[in-house]
């Protein structure tokens, strides 16, 4: 591998009600982020538990930075909804050497030091990326048996998509399924015994193949696993961009059956921008949450000042928006 988990998982942090019955099995559910994401991680744990309140699960959240204040936070959230949080500090200079992009950083490899951590440890995890919120029950998923496959996904887009990755990516067989990486169901042994992470990390240092690749280890894991993945359905991985909203006659993709709604692009339900009825299922949740009383985060870079314009003026906040574009063209100039 390119990297050993005892190399890089600095210290762990176990955050537990006092009263948790440590020998109730529980469903285990992971998260890998930096701490740009921490917000929406925490938010994305309270959803789960809110609308699933008679289960039992154990959190791991694989991330970078994790201080004081944070810590406390989740301590009260593990406290008031009787649950288990792990927190797994990470040391990312060698992360930090593998390709990223504006939208997907280092981070986006914890998945690997995630599903390597818990070979030995557990059968199956769940790994969610933090802008995936839940609406509705996970006994379904909790109880799936995935047999010899290596992992449970979620097909992404339809057919005419897929059959562009497989050409992009020489790889014809994706034609039949190209899935979204920001839901895994991971069967921790088969994804061991076909040394999974090992595997892409070596594509992801392969140069040539890198001139190919447009998602980065979405790509690389769609390669791997091809024909050895259960597709289940889209709602469990109900995709949505905020940005959407911008456009005439948006449609919400998000139905009374979807489980999971995972909120893509640049724009995130925790931005203060974002307050549509399409983010409802963050901000029911952050109220139930220690959070409650936590601002929604102010646009700082130019990318996020100029989409915070064009959604005030899309909500009729004209002032706001003029505000915003002053910012971004100030910020833009100097």
């Given amino acids: 591998m390119y990297f050993k988990k005892e190399d890089v ?8 009600s ?80 593998l390709p990223s992009t504006k939208n997907w950083t280092y981070a986006t490899y914890f998945r690997f030091i995630i599903a390597d951590y818990f070979n030995g440890r557990e059968d199956v995890v769940l790994y969610l990326d933090a802008d995936i919120m839940c609406k509705g029950d996970l006994s379904e998923i909790i109880n799936l048996q995935l047999d010899d496959n290596i992992a449970g996904v979620v097909p992404e887009r339809g057919r005419e998509w897929w059959e562009k990755r497989a050409e992009s990516l020489g790889v014809p067989s994706l034609v039949d399924g190209y899935f979204n ?11 061991a015994e076909f040394d999974i992470s090992s595997q892409a ?38 995709q949505f961009s905020i940005n959407y909203e911008l456009k005439k006659g948006c449609t919400n993709p ?33 109220k139930l949450s220690p959070w409650d009383t936590v601002p929604l985060i102010k646009p700082k870079s130019t990318n996020q000042l100029r989409y915070c314009a064009k ?11 003029i505000y915003c574009y002053f910012k971004y063209f100030s910020k833009k100039m100097f």
């Avoid at 998982?9 to 955050?15: D, G, V």
């Avoid at 959604?311 to 928006?321: A, C, D, T, V, Y």
Wanted: charged share 25%; glycine share 2%; proline share 2%.
């Fill in 311 to 321: 959604h005030k003026f899309n909500q009729h906040r004209l002032i706001e928006g």
């Fill in 181 to 191: 990486a920001g839901f895994l169901l991971i069967n921790i042994n088969k994804w």
């Fill in 18 to 97: 006092d009263s948790i019955d440590s020998e109730f099995p529980s469903f285990n559910i992971a998260y890998g982020i930096d701490k740009n994401f921490l917000f929406g991680c925490a938010i994305s744990i309270t959803s789960i538990l809110i609308n699933n309140y008679d289960k039992k699960f154990t959190f791991h959240v694989f991330t970078d930075v994790f201080e004081k204040d944070d810590e406390l936070k989740f301590l009260e959230l593990a406290q008031r909804y009787n649950t288990k949080i792990i927190i797994y500090v990470i040391d990312c200079e060698k992360l930090k050497s």
């Fill in 254 to 286: 998000i139905t009374a059956e979807t489980i999971l709604v995972h909120y893509i692009g640049p724009t995130k339900p925790w931005h203060e921008w974002a307050q549509y009825p399409s983010a409802k299922y963050f901000s029911t949740a952050k």
């Fill in 9 to 16: 998982i600095k210290s762990t942090i176990l955050l537990s």
């Fill in 201 to 238: 990390m070596d594509m992801l240092t392969d140069k040539e193949l890198m001139k190919r690749i447009s998602f980065l280890d979405q790509d690389v894991l769609n390669i791997i696993l091809t024909k050895k993945v259960l597709y289940l359905s889209v709602k469990y991985n109900t």
